[in-house]
T-cell receptor, first 108, second 117 residues
Framework: GQNIDQPTEMTATEGAIVQINCTYQTSGFNGLFWYQQHAGEAPTFLSY????GLEEKGRFSSFLSRSKGYSYLLLKELQMKDSASYLCAVNGNEKLTFGTGTRLTIIP | EPEVTQTPSHQVTQMGQEVILRCVPI?????FYWYRQILGQKVEFLVS????????KSEIFDDQFSVERPDGSNFTLKIRSTKLEDSAMYFCASSGNLAGRATDTQYFGPGTRLTVL
């Protein structure tokens, strides 16, 4: 079966750093994706990890440990526009299985 | 930058009616997908499509659902007889400009909000 867990809600301060964790147990694994989703909009691609380690992309970084079934998304220099839901999704070949998403609220 | 487009943005229908949701995937992509998201819930996989046939489908994708690529650009999702519980946002996605790379990043369209009354 597929099970992906991430916190439901988080709050962080503008200019700070926040880490959103994701743990997964899936029957197939071909990579882990992070998407950003603003309310009423489509998920937009942020990052992708298929090998263990850290992938850095500007203010966003994502880490993967396949042996632990664990990933995190790190957001630096937070801006008000980063208030959104962040979706962890596992690619099980030909389909993405999503977590419930973490709603991140940025406060001034 | 190429993007996935979907029409209509919002569809209202009566229970029992048929609806067709339309998508134009990114032009050089080979894999196409439909997902849905019921309000306040997670994004759920419905079906994947490659080489003019369904490659995988979820338990949600029952006999009421069908997909088609009627020409070289469109990808459609048909719901034959809509139910109240079909009300959701439906997202089309596409990936893979190289054959055999189903693990490529999936890019999502803006979605169609389906409301069944």
């Amino acid at each position: 079966g597929q099970n992906i867990d991430q916190p439901t809600e988080m709050t962080a301060t503008e200019g700070a750093i926040v880490q959103i964790n994701c743990t997964y147990q899936t029957s197939g694994f071909n990579g882990l994706f992070w998407y950003q989703q603003h309310a009423g909009e489509a998920p937009t691609f942020l990052s992708y990890n298929v090998l263990d380690g850290l992938e850095e992309k500007g203010r966003f970084s994502s880490f993967l440990s396949r042996s632990k079934g664990y990933s995190y998304l790190l957001l630096k220099e937070l801006q008000m526009k980063d208030s959104a839901s962040y979706l962890c999704a596992v690619n099980g070949n030909e389909k993405l299985t999503f977590g419930t998403g973490t709603r991140l609220t940025i406060i001034p | 930058e190429p993007e996935v487009t979907q029409t209509p943005s919002h569809q209202v229908t009566q229970m029992g009616q048929e609806v067709i949701l339309r998508c134009v995937p990114i032009s050089n992509h080979l894999y196409f997908y439909w997902y849905r998201q019921i309000l306040g819930q997670k994004v759920e996989f419905l079906v994947s499509f490659y080489n003019n046939e369904i490659s995988e489908k979820s338990e949600i994708f029952d006999d009421q659902f069908s997909v088609e690529r009627p020409d070289g650009s469109n990808f459609t999702l048909k719901i034959r007889s809509t139910k109240l519980e079909d009300s959701a946002m439906y997202f089309c996605a596409s990936s893979g400009n190289l054959a055999g790379r189903a693990t490529d990043t999936q890019y999502f369209g803006p979605g169609t909000r389906l409301t069944v009354l």
